[in-house]
């Protein structure tokens, strides 16, 4: 454990039992959180790598059209 984080744990133990509580929801919350961008991440590479692969496929094909012609 981190020495900041040691430090925050003393600071919330001398709060009230529900503060505690609300904190420790909050901090659960965002390690949730966190998982789930992380494994939303690990499963995307796979299909970005795809998805860029086809876009080089097109624009060498010449199938692509420069933004600026759209806007």
């Known amino acids: 454990m981190t020495e900041l984080l ?5 600071a919330v ?3 009230p039992p529900e503060s505690q509580d609300a904190i ?3 901090m659960l919350m965002e390690l ?3 998982s789930r961008w992380d494994e939303a991440f690990a499963t995307s590479q796979d299909k970005l790598a795809q998805m860029a692969d086809e876009a080089m496929e097109e624009f060498k094909a ?3 059209v420069p933004l600026e ?3």
Request: aromatic residues 4%; charged residues 50%.
């Open 62 to 64: 010449g199938e692509t």
């Open 24 to 26: 420790a929801a909050r």
């Open 69 to 71: 012609d759209i806007l």
């Open 32 to 34: 949730e959180d966190e």
């Open 13 to 15: 133990s001398k709060l």
């Open 6 to 10: 040691k430090k925050a744990f003393e």
